[in-house]
């Protein structure tokens, strides 16, 4: 299970430059204008794990498989998005598929790229993108409880969606849900003010490491905690670069990780997600999970059939793993486990699955 995220944001704030740059691609235009993204772009990333670097030099693997992130590239939105202005209806449809928000918010002056809005206001921006998103859910809400709709839905789903309506009519605080409903099944109503949120202050190169006056505004306003401030442009120069260099580069301005690590742990973070390896003399491969998933969870996640006549798990953590060199030596030095259907996988596990074919 890889997880996709979605970048949003108004026109001309940087989403195709960071796109370009997580992806290190030029697949994404980056254009002057707006709506020149019409169709998402869509980059598949491999997830940068030195635990599996390691482990695949224990086993001495032929092949060494990362997990995956997918960034979704969605085009520039404005107000009145959830009426259809911009081409908005259609941009809205985009976001619904993904499992986590990049908010991509402009933090920089310049007078070379064209601003939608007279002047720069990262507060602003976001409020509007979050309202047209607020609006959409309301209309999709009213949709489903019409009468001839209503009908169809059970009672659980049509309170969460009669509480839901009742909160953003009143600019309330969503968590509160997550109180009341279980989160698999709030998940379920695709809603788009209620999905995972990163918000990413796209600066200029000399604002990178402490900040500017727009980041500290928008910090004070909404926290750090899912806050990261990325020089779009800067980070795609940086992927240019080969690694050396690229280290090199990172050095000079300060930087320990590129804002691609950043986001995946951010990530990561947001939506609760764990990474597990399998790990053999074939090949080494990271797999995401849910945190709190049981050991037929993450066998599923390789193959259903895993899942459905689980047996075993042989487990070994990753320290112990390493340590002992592999499979042999965390077996006979008694480190490695069998777990049962029960069994809550941890990260970094390194797992073989018993099953029944």
Same mark, same amino acid.
């Given at each position: ?94 976001? %619904? ?8 918010? %402009? ?45 169809? =839905? ?97 050095? &000079? ?9 950043? &986001? ?6 947001? =939506? ?63 480190? &490695?486990? =069998? ?19």
């Amino acid at each position: 299970m890889g997880f996709k995220c979605g970048i949003v944001g108004l026109p001309n704030v940087g989403k195709s430059t960071l796109f370009n740059a997580l992806t290190n691609s030029s697949k994404a235009q980056a254009e002057n204008f707006p709506f020149c993204t019409i169709d998402p772009n869509i980059g598949i990333v491999p997830v940068p794990d030195q635990r599996l670097d390691a482990l695949a030099k224990v086993s001495f693997s032929k092949k060494k498989i990362n997990t995956t992130i997918s960034f979704v590239d969605i085009a520039g939105l404005v107000k009145g998005a959830s009426k259809g202005e911009g081409l908005g209806n259609k941009f809205l449809s985009h976001i %619904r598929e993904v499992d986590a928000i990049i908010h991509m918010i %402009r933090c920089f002056d310049s007078t070379d790229i064209q601003n939608v809005n007279p002047n720069v206001d990262p507060i602003r921006d976001l409020e509007i993108i979050e309202t047209e998103m607020m609006l959409a859910d309301l209309e999709s809400i009213n949709k489903r409880l019409e009468k001839k709709n209503k009908k169809n =839905l059970e009672n659980e789903q049509k309170d969460m969606l009669e509480m839901t309506a009742e909160i953003l009519n009143n600019n309330k605080d969503l968590s509160v849900l997550y109180d009341k409903f279980d989160s698999k099944n709030l998940n379920q109503l695709s809603l788009l003010s209620l999905k995972p949120k990163i918000f990413v202050c796209n600066v200029d190169e000399e604002s990178i490491q402490n900040g500017n006056k727009y980041t500290s505004n928008f910090i004070e306003k909404f926290g750090g905690k899912n806050t990261m401030i990325v020089s779009a442009d800067l980070e795609n120069q940086i992927n240019q670069l080969q690694d050396e260099e690229k280290l090199n580069y990172m050095k &000079m301005i300060g930087s320990d990780e590129t804002g691609l690590k950043l &986001m995946i742990k951010k990530g990561y973070d947001i =939506l609760k997600l764990d990474t597990f390896f399998t790990s053999g003399p074939e090949e080494t491969r990271a797999w995401t999970i849910k945190k709190n998933s049981t050991a037929p969870n993450a066998a599923g996640q390789i193959h259903s059939d895993f899942e459905k006549g689980f047996i075993k798990a042989e487990t070994v953590s990753y320290e112990e793993f390493i340590k002992n060199r592999g499979w042999v030596q965390s077996k006979n030095s008694g480190k &490695m486990r =069998l777990e049962g259907k029960d069994y809550i996988v941890k990260d970094g596990d390194i797992l073989n699955f018993r099953f029944n074919t």
